[in-house]
């Protein structure tokens, strides 16, 4: 249960990131962030918050820790599938790299 835990919190993570920047695109000034996009944002990421805090409740930090990670080749994806970002070779490879390593973690 830990694991799936982890998972959707970084699932979410990526979700609010998402959800920021599609909020702060073009903003001029600074009430122009108050808009549902970063509210979205902020939900989605207390959501991640209880999840990870339920996780380091159940799990050792030294396992939990490394997946936020996850979030960041989650993001990669989101970028590159949803924002039409390009991500290079080397990105790419390095993601593979983090995915083997996160693997490597929490392999029992």
Do not use: H
Not at 4 to 30: E, P
Not at 94 to 99: E, K, P, Q, S
Request: aromatic share 14%.
């Amino acid at each position: 249960m830990t694991i799936v835990a982890l998972t959707v919190s970084c699932l979410l993570a990526a979700f609010g990131q998402l959800l920021f920047k599609w909020g702060a695109a073009g903003n001029a000034t600074l009430m122009a962030y108050a808009n549902p996009y970063i509210a979205g944002g902020l939900v989605t990421y207390l959501l991640s918050t209880v999840l990870w805090l339920y996780a380091l409740a159940n799990e050792r930090l030294s396992v939990v820790f490394p997946f936020t990670a996850l979030t960041l080749v989650l993001v990669y994806g989101v970028s590159y599938f949803v924002l039409d970002e390009q991500i290079g070779a080397r990105q790419f490879v390095g993601a593979l790299f983090i995915l083997a390593g996160l693997l490597l973690v929490v392999w029992r």
